[in-house]
């Protein structure tokens, strides 16, 4: 049982040990796609490349015998094209820890994320595509703006939240019961696959189901893939956005106006050569 993973979670690009280890103890193999095409999305704009450098990801991991693809991201970048794209199963890491947090529509949560307020779009467009808005009570955002201008630092959140930070670890818990004692929510979900080194100890220090993306993510594809269900595509022409991809990689005047680099820097967009 092979699950393609699109993303690291993080700026670095190797598999995380914890989903290495969940896959390994589910007797399946967990391989990385890093997208050829990446940018953090600052906003709407940015977004849409993630998407396209998502679903390129997905198509070339379907294409090499996957049975499952997570996009692993709370995001679910390019989500519903990659699913018309293929019949391979593909998993949302942010609409599976959604349905989990929520019971499927059951029970009230809160969203609690390291992200500041302007990343909110994200979580809106979520929680609007599952239909599960009248169920969030809130999303919390633990970080001010000036934290995205500190992003490929050494000192931004995902940095200290790998190096497992008490700060940062006390902001959330306060955040995290805060929801729980003023917002109502019966749970919840952490809202960036980031945030999985410190997932365990947050959800040790509270007295509600907490659910951290990745791995919730990660149990959904090996579900998936074990059920072995599949759907017929629908996309009508289907290497369209490989085309797309490998077309904007190859040229180089293509790119030379938008930040292109070989750092692990999350901020700028960047294409890779495949091979």
Partial sequence: ???????????????????????????????????????????????????VGYVDAMQSAAAQS????????????????????TATPVIG???????????????????????PASMGFLYEERLRALGLGSLCRGVRHLSPEEELARLGSEDDVMQRMARHDTQVLERLVDACRLAVRHDGA???????????????ALAARLDVPVYESSRTGLHAAIDAARDGARREP??????????????????????????????????????????
């Fill in 1 to 51: 049982m092979r699950i393609a993973i699109i993303g690291s979670g993080t700026a670095a690009k190797t598999l995380p040990p914890h989903l290495a280890s969940m896959a390994t103890e589910a007797g399946a193999e967990a391989v990385l796609v890093n997208p050829r095409l990446s940018a953090f999305a600052l906003s709407a704009y940015e977004r849409l490349v993630v998407d």
């Fill in 66 to 85: 996957a049975d499952a693809v997570l996009i692993n991201s709370f995001a679910d970048y390019g989500v519903d094209a990659a699913r018309a794209a």
């Fill in 93 to 115: 890491a942010g609409e599976a820890t959604l349905r989990a947090a929520s019971q499927d529509g059951a029970r009230p949560f809160a969203i609690v994320t390291v992200w």
């Fill in 186 to 200: 019966a749970a919840i979900a952490l809202g960036c696959t980031c945030m999985a080194p410190i997932g365990p």
């Fill in 234 to 275: 629908t996309a009508r022409y289907p290497a369209l956005i490989p085309n797309i991809v490998s077309a904007w990689a190859g040229t180089v005047e293509a790119v030379a106006n938008v930040g292109v680099t070989n750092t692990d820097c999350p901020v700028c967009i960047t294409t890779e050569d495949p091979t």
